[in-house]
C-alpha cells in the first residue's frame, strides 16, 4: 500500500507553459492553425508531460500483463483459460499479432505474469511477478482480496517504474487474460451506472445465447459483492482482475513518472477508469488509441475524456491498439520537431 | 484520350481467390476470427490487388498533385494563391507536414506541377508536368476545356504508371492547391444531389461570412456550368481542377496497373468519385484513410462505399492523411505475414 501511496503522491499535472510554447511553436509551422488535429494535440500533450515543449522522440515499451479469471468457470467466453498461458508463450515467440505489431511500431515488449493460473516456464522475456493463480470467481464472491488487488496494483506501478529508468519514454499497455471481458463489463456499468445489457458485448466472439448467459453473470457478481463506485480498490478487488489492477498500476506510475500511457482498448480502459478514480489527474498522461468494437469501450472513453483516433473494428485487445497508436504519436512529435515556419520556408499566411 | 481509355480498359476485380486463400490464413493465427478488425480487411483486400495470398510489404509512393484555381478570384480562401507555389517549394526542401510524415512513414514523395499558376524553377524532385497556369474562374465558365481536364487525368495516369514501373507497390494521393475544396465541394454536391450549404465546410478556416461567400460561389459556378452528373468528364471540366483530374488519373493507373491507392481526404475524395464515375471497379483498389473536418468528407466516402479508419480531425490535405494510413497498412501486410497459426503456436481455438 505504501508503493502506491507513495505514486499516486507523485501525480502532479503537466507542465503548461511546455503546453504553450508548444502550441506556439505549431501555429508557426507551415500549416492551417490547427490543420492537423489530433496529432497536433498530441504533440502539446506529450509538451505538457515531459516539459519539452519540442519533446524528443522516446523510446517505446509495451506492457503486456497476463492473468486468469475465477468467473470462466460461468461459461462467459470461447475459449478455455489454457489459452491465456498458451498465449504468453506465443508473445515470447514472437507469433502472437501484439509481437508483430510491437516490432512494427518499433516497441519493445514486456510481458508479465501477474496472475496466470498455471505456472510458466522461466523465460528470458517474461517477468514472473504472479500475485494469485487468478482470481476468484467473481459470481460468488470477491475476485481478489483488497490485499492483492493492492499488490496486482504495485506489481503494475514495479514494472512501469523498471520500465521507465530502463529508458521508455512512452508506454502502451496490453493484456492477455481469458474471460477479461466480464469483469471489464461489470467495471464500466457500475462506473456508468447504466445496465449490464446496455454495456455488454460478445467479448472473442459469443452467440446470443451465451451473450444472455453473460450478461447475468455479470449481475449476480455485481449483486452479491455490492462494490462501491466510491473505493476503487474495493471494485477492482470485487468485479476486477489481476491484470486489470496491474495495468492501473502502469498508468499511476506512468503519470507519477511523466512519461504518456497509450491506452489500447476495452480491458486498458477498464483499468484506466480504475487509475483515474484513484487519481483524476493521471487521465492527463493518457493517450487514447482506437475504439474497440465492444460496447461499452465508448462509454468508458466518454467517462475518461479521452477520444479514441483509430476506428479499425479490432477487438482482440493485447496491446494491439496502443502499438498502432505509437505509429502516430511519433508522428506527431515528428511534426513539431520537423516541420518549417513560415517564416524559414518564405510561405504567406492566411491572410 | 487514348491513355485514358487504354487504361480505363485494363482494369478487373481484384482476385477472389487470392482474397479467399488470405481469409483461410487470417482465420487460422492466433486471434479470434475477424478480431484485428480493418487490418484483416486490409490485408485480404491487398491478397485480392496484387493476386498473392501473402502480400510482400510493398514500396510506398506518395503522389502530389498541385495545381491552382481561378475561382480563387471570388475569395473563397484564407490563402492567396501564390501559396501554391511556395508550398511546392516548402515539399521540395522537406519542411512541409507531408514532407515530415511521408519521411516518417518510409515513402518516396513524388511533388508533381500539373497546373500551378506560376512558372516554377527545375527541381531533380519535382515533375513538371504543367497543363495549364491553374484552371479559369468557376463561377464565370468552365474551369477546364474537356481536352485539359483529359490531359490533366493523363498526367495522373503517366505519373503513376512511372511510379509503379520504378517498384512502388502502394499509391498514396495527395495535393496542393489553394482554392481546392471549393471544387471539390462542387464535386461532391453534385455526386450527392443535394445543396452546397449542407456540404460546404470552413477549408483552411473562412470565418462564417466567408462560408456564407463560398456557398454563394459554388452554387453560382453549378449554375452557370449546368455539369452532367451522367459525364464525369464533363464535371471534372467545368467544376473540377488540374490537381483533381491527375489524382483521378492516379487511382485509375493504380487499378488499372494491380496496386492499391490510398486515398488521402476530402480533395482526393473529389477525385475518386470522378474516377469512381469512369471506372466503379477502380472503387475496389481504393483504401479511405482518415475522416476530414470537411463535413462533405462523410458524404463522399458514403458514395465511395469506404471506411476511414483514423479519425484525428485533421483537414490539411497534402496526403498526410494516406501516409499515416500507409503505416497502419503495413502493419496489416506484417500481420497475415509474421503472426503463427493456431498449430504452430499450440493454442487451443475457440469452444
Known amino acids: 500500500m505504501e508503493k502506491l501511496r507513495e505514486t499516486v503522491a507523485r501525480i502532479v499535472p503537466p507542465d503548461v507553459r511546455a503546453m504553450a510554447w508548444a502550441q506556439r511553436r505549431l501555429d508557426d509551422l507551415t500549416k492551417p492553425p490547427g490543420s492537423l488535429g489530433v496529432l497536433e494535440k498530441m504533440a502539446r500533450q506529450i509538451a505538457g508531460i515531459t516539459g519539452q515543449p519540442r519533446p524528443a522522440l522516446p523510446e517505446k515499451t509495451c506492457i503486456l500483463m497476463a492473468g486468469d479469471h475465477g468467473v470462466t ?3 462467459v467466453s470461447s475459449y478455455p483459460s489454457e489459452v491465456t498461458a498458451q ?3 506465443n508473445f515470447l515467440a514472437g507469433g502472437a499479432a501484439m509481437s508483430v505489431l510491437a516490432r512494427h511500431a518499433g516497441a519493445r515488449l514486456v510481458v508479465v505474469d501477474v ?3 498455471s505456472d510458466l516456464p522461466q523465460h528470458p522475456l517474461l517477468l514472473g511477478r504472479k500475485v494469485a493463480h487468478g482470481t476468484a470467481n467473481m459470481a460468488l464472491g470477491p475476485a481478489m482480496t483488497r490485499e ?3 499488490a496486482a496494483l504495485e506489481v503494475g506501478i514495479g514494472v512501469a517504474e523498471e520500465c521507465i529508468r530502463d529508458g521508455a519514454g512512452i508506454l502502451g499497455t496490453g493484456e492477455m487474460g481469458i474471460g477479461n471481458t466480464t469483469p471489464s463489463t461489470a467495471i464500466v456499468a457500475l462506473y456508468r451506472g447504466c445496465n449490464v445489457a446496455e454495456v455488454c458485448g460478445r467479448g472473442t466472439g459469443l452467440n ?3 451473450l444472455k448467459r453473460k450478461i447475468s453473470v455479470i449481475e449476480k457478481a455485481l ?3 455490492r462494490p462501491d463506485p466510491g473505493d476503487p480498490l474495493d471494485v477492482l478487488a470485487k468485479v476486477g482482475g489481476l491484470e486489470i489492477a496491474a495495468l492501473a498500476g502502469v498508468m499511476l506510475a506512468a503519470a507519477a513518472g511523466r512519461v504518456p500511457v497509450v491506452v489500447d482498448g476495452f480491458i486498458s480502459g ?4 480504475i487509475a483515474a478514480a484513484i487519481a483524476p489527474v493521471c487521465r492527463e498522461y493518457m493517450i487514447a488509441s482506437h475504439l474497440s468494437e465492444e460496447p461499452g469501450h465508448k462509454m468508458m472513453l466518454e467517462l475518461l475524456g479521452l477520444e479514441p483516433c483509430l476506428h479499425m473494428n479490432m477487438r482482440l485487445g493485447e496491446g494491439t491498439g496502443a502499438a498502432l497508436a505509437m505509429l502516430l504519436i511519433d508522428g506527431a512529435i515528428k511534426i513539431i520537431n520537423e516541420m518549417a515556419t513560415f517564416s524559414e520556408a518564405g510561405v504567406a499566411r492566411s491572410e
Chains 1, 2 share one sequence.
Open 148 to 150: 492483492q488487488a493492492v
Open 73 to 75: 468457470e460461468e461459461g
Open 270 to 273: 477498464a483499468a484506466a477508469l
Open 87 to 89: 498465449m504468453v508463450l
Open 208 to 210: 446470443s445465447e451465451q
Open 115 to 117: 496472475g496466470v493460473k
Open 223 to 225: 449483486a452479491v459483492n
